[in-house]
């Protein structure tokens, strides 16, 4: 995980360096062409400045949103990274134990920790046959069932199904997997900007929007931070 942010923040750096660069490149040729045009009359000199100074401010205006809109994008790449590094430490644990995580409630289906995962059991040992963790560097929340990224981010797994509309408006378990229906292993990850999501979401589902397809979220009213959730492989529905 140290070296996908090391290569995220090498690659951000890189990009700033040749927009630093381009604009350099603008401000010399248009420094070289003030200097020319000082051998020709006051009139002409004044009109082809502004023009010059003009072409400068636009372009300068445009490297300055290609650089913005290839931060925010790198972060929505690194968000869906971060939730596939989260699924890929899952499929190891099943084929080291051949299970899925423990359900934080095991018996009450309408609680909807019925549906929510153990996943501190990526870290801790959940005493099952073959256990061979920790299967990714995360924190345990505070709670002892969820992660925590240093960014105090939550993370766990959840069962959903595909069948019904949720994201948007609607909280995940909106699409708990009751009995009958296709469940999903999928990823949560908490504390995030929905601008971010909007653009996960066109690189995984081509931008179906926030309740439909691989890739939903939704926005918290009182933390005004967005909910993504990734779903990532058919599991057996726990109610059937």
Known sequence: MKKTRLKRVFLLRKLATLCYYFNNLIINNIRDSLNMLKFNKGAMFGLDARIALAIFGALSVISG?????????????????????????????????????????????????????????LVEDSGAAGWRGPYISYNVHVD??????????????????????????????????????????????????????????????NGDGAGKGNFRWYTKVDSKKTRALLVYAPVKNPND
């Open 65 to 121: 949103a290609a650089l913005y809109s290839a931060i925010q994008n790198s972060k929505a790449t690194s968000l869906l990274s971060k939730m596939n590094e989260v699924g890929k430490a899952w499929e190891v644990y099943y084929l080291d134990t051949g299970v899925n995580l423990p359900q934080s409630e095991l018996s009450d289906n309408a609680n909807y920790k019925f549906y929510q995962l153990r996943s501190n059991y």
């Open 144 to 205: 002892g069932e969820m992660l925590n990224e240093e960014s105090n981010t939550n993370i766990y797994l959840t069962l959903v199904t595909k069948e019904e509309t949720w994201g948007d408006d609607k909280d995940w378990d909106a699409g708990s997997c009751v009995s009958g229906k296709q469940c999903y292993n999928a990823i949560f990850f908490s504390g995030n900007d929905e601008s971010i999501a909007v653009l996960a979401d066109k690189q995984v589902d």
